[in-house]
Nanobody, 128 residues
Framework: QVQLVESGGGSVQSGGSLTLSCIAS????????LAWFRQASGKEREGVAI???????TYADSVRGRFVISLGNDKNMVYLRMHNLEVRDTAAYYC??????????????????????WGQGTQATVSA
């Protein structure tokens, strides 16, 4: 059974940085995907960044160039380094795992239902 636990959220001012971490216990699959999603108050959950076990990654247009997703050395840790944060980045951020994905990373990032396992979320709040 895969269990995901996020950490690293907090409050920062616009332009600041935060790094989110997620440990995926029970997950060791080079074929799978790990991703970060976020959900702002009153909005739908959206994909932020995704990475395959081989290190291929893609990002939502809204964060490309500001956020970086990476894997830990043992592939069961995933990080999201967020730079130049904006007020619109305020949301609960969720780590998700798809051990046996069906589509590409581009498709999966736009399809939360592709992910079988989810963490409990960590809040990131950006103030002006």
């Amino acid at each position: 059974q895969v269990q995901l636990v996020e950490s690293g959220g907090g409050s920062v001012q616009s332009g600041g940085s935060l790094t989110l971490s997620c440990i995926a216990s029970g997950y060791q699959n080079r074929r799978g995907y790990l991703a970060w999603f976020r959900q702002a108050s009153g909005k739908e959950r959206e994909g932020v960044a995704i990475i395959s076990g081989r290190g291929y990654a893609t990002y939502a247009d809204s964060v490309r160039g500001r956020f970086v997703i990476s894997l830990g050395n043992d592939k069961n840790m995933v990080y999201l380094r967020m730079h130049n944060l904006e007020v619109r980045d305020t949301a609960a951020y969720y780590c998700a795992a798809a051990p046996e994905p069906q589509g590409t990373i581009y498709q999966a990032l736009r399809a939360p239902n592709s992910f079988e396992f989810w963490g409990q979320g960590t809040q990131a709040t950006v103030s002006a």
